[in-house]
Nanobody
Framework: VQLQASGGGLVQAGGSLRLSCAAS????????MGWFRQAPGKEREFVAS????????YYADSVKGRFTISRDNAKNTVYLQMNSLNSEDTAVYSC????????????????????WGQGTQLTVSS
């Protein structure tokens, strides 16, 4: 599956933004989906994941309560709604597709991620 992330931009602290990741190719609903981010000088980190049907989600502690991951299988798209943004959220955000949520959540299983989308930049100004 090919992934295309979009929606990044410049936002003031406290603001909101929604990222989108459109998929093409193999059946989107076969995949668990995830969002990752990488800030300058830091390693890529897990942000959120969602099961193939959308019934199960998981979040990094740093975004829990502020970010919401969702998916629309009819539109082959996964979203990341980001609220109460702060400067520590500034990063390049990428989406990923894998067989299970565990593939996203557990670093030792991330070699199982089948597809990565190109990143979209989020910059939060204070």
């Amino acid at each position: 599956v090919q992934l295309q992330a979009s929606g990044g931009g410049l936002v003031q602290a406290g603001g909101s933004l929604r990222l989108s990741c459109a998929a093409s190719g193999r059946a989107f609903s076969d995949y668990a989906m995830g969002w990752f981010r990488q800030a300058p000088g830091k390693e890529r980190e897990f942000v959120a994941s969602i099961s193939w049907g959308g019934g199960s989600t998981y979040y990094a502690d740093s975004v829990k309560g502020r970010f919401t991951i969702s998916r629309d299988n009819a539109k082959n798209t996964v979203y990341l709604q980001m609220n109460s943004l702060n400067s520590e959220d500034t990063a390049v955000y990428s989406c990923a597709a894998g067989p299970t949520q565990a593939t996203m959540i557990r670093s030792e299983e991330r070699s199982g991620i089948g597809s990565w989308g190109q990143g979209t930049q989020l910059t939060v100004s204070s």
